[in-house]
């Protein structure tokens, strides 16, 4: 809208409507809860692109402090307030950090070191209680094992250089989707070997033992056959010897394969022989999936070792996310980037929604401002309306009163103050358009 001149809109709403306003800004920002505690103590919330810069207030409504949100860090203001120093672990609950390094004066180490244990963050560096706080903390039950080495962020009054950084977001990623495929590999590898290999040779030479056990007919054969091929040569073998023993070879063979093929094709015996057969396919099924899963365990594994050496796959990750419509991701690359790029996607929505939301609101109270300004206008209008006419006016105050009279028409009409002025210095425009 045209005409308006630089100023502000500000929130005349309850204490309590406005706190939730900002509360539900951050819960927007970081995709999940904020305490209660934090979000009573917020005062002013400021997005920048590469910051967040959070102020607090005190009970009584005045600041108390700032912190600042830099990614991998938080930074408490120049004073290290109580305030700042809650704040701090807050966000470092929300941000789901559970490894921290503290940075700052021994006070303030000393201080954010208590709220961080008492917090229930697992590996606090960057400061050494003494043994009165440590007896301190234990009395409360709740001191923790804090062995390790190195942070995720820093808890620090002041802006440091040199701060450790996060080897790569994508390592809890990763890990979750390894144990994940780990899962599913143990459970193939029970399945195969719950799915013995069958050997169908040898399945058939067991059935054949059986059926001679059983069938003195189908021993008689086989008997025939053994003796057909091992006779015994007289030393005259000529060639019409050699011929008789080959056709009788030949036909002890004929007989014993016929019988065999009715044997195999009997239904208890080819039911046998198809269970083993589904088996062995049920093998080979399993095999086939374990196989992948395996290799994609260790291109898992491979990353996590790229990445513990300095690697950040960020860019690849991201590029392989942009491109699985024309290239489907692997089924790891589903498991472990997938997850994290979408719930980037729904807070990407989340925080445009509530931007279009708030200027949608802004647009109505804007609205509704303007309706109440042209009633008030037009109510205006009317009662100098009704002055005109009456007796005793001069003309300069007949003038003035249509000249006002024309004003508040304007006003009415939606114009603003300038519009308004000039329509009422023309005479030609006293009736309304």
């Given at each position: 809208m045209h005409g308006l001149h630089a100023g502000g809109i500000y929130c005349v709403e309850s204490l309590d409507r406005r706190q939730q306003y900002k509360r539900q800004l951050l819960t927007q920002h970081y995709n999940t809860q904020i305490s209660a505690q934090l979000a009573d103590r917020l005062l002013y919330i400021e997005r920048q692109p590469d910051q967040t810069i959070i102020t607090l207030r005190d009970y009584a409504g005045a600041s108390a402090g700032r912190?600042?949100?830099k990614g991998d860090r938080l930074a408490a203001g120049r004073r290290g307030t109580d305030a700042e120093i809650l704040a701090l672990v807050d966000l470092a609950r929300v941000k789901n950090w559970k490894h921290i390094q503290i940075t700052g004066t021994e006070a303030f180490k000393a201080r954010a070191y208590v709220e961080a244990v008492r917090a229930?963050?697992?590996?606090?560096?960057?400061?050494?209680?003494?043994?009165e706080l440590r007896a301190q903390l234990e009395k409360e039950k709740i001191m923790t094992d804090q062995a390790g080495a190195g942070g995720m962020m820093a808890l620090t009054?002041?802006?440091?250089a040199g701060?450790?950084?996060?080897?790569?977001?994508?390592?809890?990623?990763l890990r979750a989707a390894r144990k994940k495929l780990e899962v599913e590999r143990l459970a193939a590898k029970q399945r195969l070997e719950n799915v013995p290999k069958i050997d169908i040779t040898d399945l058939h030479s067991r059935i054949y033992q059986e059926k001679e056990k059983a069938d003195p007919e189908f021993r008689k054969l086989h008997a025939d056959y053994a003796r057909?091929?091992?006779?015994?040569?007289?030393?005259?073998?000529?060639?019409?010897?050699?011929?008789?023993?080959?056709?009788?070879?030949e036909a002890a063979s004929d007989a014993l394969r016929k019988a065999e093929r009715a044997l195999l094709a009997f239904p208890a015996v080819r039911a046998r022989l198809e269970a083993a057969q589904k088996q062995n396919q049920e093998r080979e099924q399993l095999t086939a999936v374990l196989i992948p899963i395996q290799i994609e365990i260790g291109e898992i594994e491979y990353l996590e070792r790229e990445i513990q050496k300095g690697h950040d796959p960020e860019a690849e990750f991201r590029q392989a996310w942009q491109r699985r419509k024309l290239q489907p991701l692997k089924p790891w690359q589903?498991?472990?980037?997938a997850p994290v790029f979408e719930a980037e996607a729904a807070q990407e929505r989340a925080r445009l929604q509530a931007e279009a939301d708030a200027v949608n609101h802004v647009k109505q109270i804007q609205r509704n401002e303007q309706i109440q300004r042209e009633i008030e206008a037009q109510q205006q209008a009317d009662a100098i309306q009704d002055q005109l006419g009456k007796p005793g006016l001069t003309a300069e105050q007949e003038e003035a009163l249509e000249r006002q009279h024309r004003y508040y028409l304007a006003l009415a009409d939606g114009h603003d103050e300038e519009e308004a002025k000039e329509r009422a210095a023309k005479k030609s425009d006293a009736l309304r358009l």
């Open positions: 912190v600042i949100d229930g963050l697992a590996v606090v560096v960057g400061y050494e209680p003494s043994p009054p002041d802006v440091t701060q450790a950084k996060p080897a790569s977001r994508w390592l809890d990623p057909a091929v091992n006779a015994p040569s007289d030393g005259i073998f000529s060639l019409l010897t050699k011929k008789k023993r080959e056709r009788e070879i589903e498991l472990a980037i």
